[in-house]
């Protein structure tokens, strides 16, 4: 019963590289989202999906893009990136209703240098 | 624009003592509640929640309050143990299938022997 699946854990950037961050739900959940989650800021919404083909912006969507081609995966993509990205991503999945639980996965630990 | 306030940042308690983390939220269409609990190096985990038609939820040692006309909302954490150290985060939303969980900055909570 893997819930939802982060890769990688940990990664090191240098400033204007490029990557992808892996996000992977296994239980059918058509909602979405990434976070980011710096100190004393909590977490805040980066980009969100309510279904395959459909993505909308969160609180603070510069610089990331995703797709959303099949139910299960949600990548995260950083397509230049900056020193102000450093932080810890999560991603989550729940059933549709706003009112179902979030389930998020383990985080993805990213420093750019 | 923060919707959602949180405090205290960080509480230190004893072992046995109640811990209490307060929330304050703004945007009045928000109506539903959660509580999210997390470990260091792990995602949040869904705690407890409350919709605003009741004033007060408990589960086990847990428990939430509720005060609508306010715009507030706390934890309380009864017997606290060594094992409920962690992060704590409120957050609030719409029960709509497109809403977005909205979430404190975070309370850092200590339980000491």
């Known amino acids: 019963n893997a819930g939802v699946t982060q890769t990688p854990k940990f990664q090191v950037l240098k400033t204007g590289q490029s990557m992808t961050l892996q996000c992977a739900q296994d239980m059918n959940h058509e909602y979405m989202s990434w976070y980011r989650q710096d100190p004393g800021m909590g977490l805040r919404l980066i980009h969100y999906s309510v279904g395959a083909g459909i993505t909308d912006q969160g609180e603070v969507p510069n610089g990331y893009n995703v797709s959303r081609s099949t139910t299960e995966d949600f990548p995260l993509r950083l397509l230049s990136a900056a020193p102000s990205q450093t932080s810890v991503y999560f991603c989550?999945?729940?059933?549709?209703?706003?009112?179902?639980?979030?389930?998020f996965g383990d985080g993805t630990r990213l420093s750019i240098l | 624009q923060q919707q959602v306030k949180q405090s205290p940042q960080s509480l230190i308690v004893q072992k046995g003592g109640i811990s209490i983390i307060n929330c304050a939220y703004e945007n009045t269409a928000f109506d539903y509640f959660p509580w999210y609990q997390q470990f260091p190096g792990k995602g949040p985990a869904l705690l407890i929640a409350?919709?605003?038609?009741?004033s007060e939820k408990k589960e086990g040692r847990f428990t939430i309050s509720f005060n609508k006309s306010a715009k507030q909302f706390s934890l309380h954490i009864m017997d606290s143990q060594p094992g409920d150290s962690a992060t704590y985060f409120c957050a609030a939303s719409n029960t709509g299938t497109a809403s977005k969980l909205t979430f404190g900055t975070g309370t850092r909570l200590q339980v000491t022997l």
């Open positions: 989550a999945s729940r059933e549709g209703a706003g009112n179902q639980p979030q389930h």
């Open positions: 409350i919709r605003p038609d009741v």
